[in-house]
């Protein structure tokens, strides 16, 4: 049984809370896209972890964690958080794999991103600065330096030295910035080789393995559909495809193999960064008081998220291209004590309404939602364990959302840890 598991809006929609839960009863669990971008929060046995590399399914001692040849990979925030983990004593060895393919961040992508982010005249995204886009340039430009290159020093020697010696013309000519230093960088690269060297595999192998003993195989995204370099509110996105397809490129697995698209996806919208997003609630609304309430901060950054109402569009379009079978529905609890509740339905321009999303971000810049008006409810919601003992507003607002979007909601999270989930 394999499960993609994504993020159905623009990230933090707690998929590292729905993945360490779906982990209990999973053998194995992959990343496929991103990088140290993500932050995935677990609070696992009352301990909270911010993942950002390592699958959500780590904190569990029998499951088996793969990161695939989609994900780039920061071998410094890696072994960090192999560190940290394992201080936690929760050991990795032996059931953590990282594929000879991924691509390496390195040192100049995480300059460049914060150079690009800086420059006049050049379109802030708010990146998270850990060079994800640089690193992801240079993989399609058939430049970038792969896990595989470290075990082969002189061969990973000759390709930063080419690296370095473009992006150095560049610093220097464009953005006036002291040279990087070959050897240095050399030398930390060439001292990954044999930290990282246990947990090199051929990911795309361990996984045909899996599915074809029939195990448990749960697939992470990383970020969310409305942030992929394609579906996604361009140029306001990341470089890569967190949407149900990049499972099947950044781990080396057909789509036949694919049984079940789990959406998941907030009660609320949130957004982390620059870009178009149509329910945002301005400080007019601060009534709802969205960020506090569910404590919006950037698990990575700490930057404050923009906060507003749930946008059904939107989750029409994710359930789309995703082909999302089942939602599981994420911080319920958070709109406790918000009466009305608003839900939107679609967007409306002087002209023109649009019922589906309309892709281009100078449209999602300027329409206005059309909102249904929903009722809240004020109970609490932290303790309850079955779908039947939800007051009957908060059924209501899930129903909404399940007829609205065609999709069936399988799963209802209503706090942080894995004993707040509801499965209907
Ligand atoms: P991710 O990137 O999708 O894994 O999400 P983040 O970890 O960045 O953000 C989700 C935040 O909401 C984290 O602080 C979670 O601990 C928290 N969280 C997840 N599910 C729930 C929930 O149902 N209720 C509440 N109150 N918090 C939740
Ligand atoms: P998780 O996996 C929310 C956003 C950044 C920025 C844009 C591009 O925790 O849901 P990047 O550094 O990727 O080049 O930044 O994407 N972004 C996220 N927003 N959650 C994330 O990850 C994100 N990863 C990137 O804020 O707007
Ligand atoms: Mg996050």
Partial sequence: MVTIALGAQWGDEGKGKIVDYLSAEADVVARYQGGANAGHTVVHDGRKFVLHLLPAGVLWPNTVNCIGAGVVVDPVALLTEVAQVEAAGISLAGRLFVSHQAHLIMPYHKLLDQLYEAQNGRTKIGTTGRGIGPAYVDKHARVGIRIVDLLDPPSLREKIRSNVEEKNRLLAKIYDTAELNVQAITDEYLAFDKRIDPYVKDVSVVLSEAIHSGKRVILEGAQGTLLDVDMGTYPFVTSSNPTAGGACTGLGIGPRHIDRVMGIIKAYTTRVGEGPFPT?????????????????????????????????????????????????????????????????????????????????????????????????????????????????????????????????????????????????
């Fill in 280 to 424: 945002e609630l301005g400080p007019e609304d601060a009534g709802t008081n969205l960020r506090e309430r569910g404590d919006e901060y950037g698990a990575t950054t700490g930057r404050p998220r923009r906060c507003g109402w749930f946008d059904g569009v939107v989750a029409r379009f994710s359930a789309r291209v995703n082909s999302v079978d089942v939602w599981a529905i994420t911080k319920l609890d958070v709109l406790t004590g918000i009466s009305p509740i608003k839900v939107c339905v679609a967007y409306a321009e002087e002209t023109r309404t649009y019922r589906h999303f309309p892709s281009d971000s100078r449209i999602l810049s300027h329409v206005k939602p059309v909102y249904e008006e929903l009722q809240g409810w004020d109970e609490p919601l932290g303790d309850i364990q079955s779908f039947s003992d939800l007051p009957k507003a908060a059924k209501d607002y899930l129903e909404f959302i399940q007829e609205f979007t065609e999709v069936p909601v399988a799963m209802i999270s209503v706090g942080p840890s894995r004993n707040q989930t509801i499965t209907k």
